[in-house]
């Protein structure tokens, strides 16, 4: 390994050991919510042809962005950007990268509007989850972190995020587009069973 790639090496563990140690421990945005972004956005990056450096820009990024999440919040994206903003020069990060993922950390903010290829990739593996079989599961994690009723209503809610939702990069498309087409279908007829009062 060369120096480069063994400096960017540390340094990924160190934004990994802050994670760690930082995360929120809610239902749904918590550690294991970032490793999955992290994950997906690196599998991502690779299909979409993303170079070296700029996936451990994405990397990063994808680690850190819930670092700050309290649940009602607004601004968790500002304030989990401006954590990163602060932390990633102390780690060895340039100016430059250090302000490309506080843009792309940015980007995740729900509706989404992404610019750059990677805000598209990182907003693509934030919701990853609505096109796996694990989606029910990631949902009940969500239902519980917002607080909500199970039942007719939450399947409603999923139904619409699932129907207006649309993944940006070619990559997620082809991975995820036919499993949310599945998990659409499981909705509704979750939904049927409620409206047959069972």
């Known amino acids: 390994m060369n120096q480069e790639k063994e400096n960017d090496f540390r340094k990924m563990r160190r934004v990994y050991g ?3 140690k930082y995360m929120p421990k809610n239902p749904y945005h918590n550690l294991r ?6 994950y997906t956005a690196n599998k ?3 299909l ?6 700029e996936r451990l820009i994405l990397g990063t990024a994808a680690l850190l962005h819930d670092i700050v999440f309290e ?12 954590y990163a903003r602060k ?3 102390k780690l060895g990060y340039s100016v430059y990268q250090n302000q490309r993922v506080y843009d792309i950390i940015l980007a995740t903010k729900i509706p989404t509007h992404p610019k750059s290829k990677l805000e598209k990739i990182i907003c693509d593996a934030d919701v990853v989850n609505l096109g796996r079989e694990d989606f029910f599961e990631r949902g009940e994690e969500v239902r519980q972190e917002l ?10 809610v999923q ?28 909705v509704k007829e979750k939904l049927r069973r409620y409206e047959r009062g069972g």
């Open 87 to 89: 932390h990633l020069p």
């Open 33 to 38: 919510h970032a490793k999955d972004v992290f």
């Open 18 to 20: 802050l994670a760690k």
């Open 71 to 82: 649940i009602g919040a607004k601004d968790n994206e500002e304030k989990s950007a401006y």
């Open 147 to 156: 607080g909500t009723q199970n039942g007719k209503a939450w399947y409603k």
């Open 159 to 186: 139904l619409d995020f699932l129907n207006n939702h649309k993944y940006y990069t070619q990559s997620a498309k082809k991975l995820l587009d036919y499993g949310v087409k599945q998990n659409i279908k499981k």
């Open 48 to 53: 979409e042809g993303v170079c070296y450096e």
């Open 44 to 46: 991502l990056s690779k």
